[in-house]
């Protein structure tokens, strides 16, 4: 597996579409075919909302490529208020329904990480 980015992002609303654009620069490095992208994009989206809804207010984004492309969405600084809006459910379901594979990550009951995949073009 090749380190192909990381990134680190304060979870603000006008920061998701400069997000989105890096993240669809790499799926375009990584291989990945227009629908995948897209669907990747999406779901970097929904995992940073579901970091903020969590009262994160800092994340990092790790991209890794070879065989595909996986991405790590982990929370890092809080302020510790925490939401528990209705569109999570939506959110989680969204990630599970675009990414080949899902693994969200809780301490001491906590979503703190998300990772998903994509494969490469066929």
Do not use: Q, W
Not at 25 to 36: E, H, I, M, P, R
Not at 78 to 90: L, T
């Amino acid at each position: 597996m090749n380190g192909l980015m990381k990134l680190e992002c304060a979870l603000r609303n006008e920061l998701m579409t400069t997000v989105r654009l890096a993240t669809g620069g790499v799926c375009s490095v990584a291989g990945l075919n227009l629908d995948d992208s897209e669907d990747c994009k999406v779901c970097v989206t929904e995992a940073l909302l579901l970091m903020k809804h969590r009262g994160y207010t800092t994340a990092s984004l790790t991209f890794v490529g070879g065989d595909g492309l996986t991405v790590i969405a982990e929370g890092r600084e809080r302020d510790g208020e925490m939401s528990a809006p209705a569109e999570d459910e939506i959110s989680a379901a969204l990630l599970s329904a675009l990414a080949e594979s899902v693994v969200m990550d809780k301490r001491e009951g906590e979503l703190y990480k998300i990772t998903f995949r994509f494969g490469r073009e066929a």
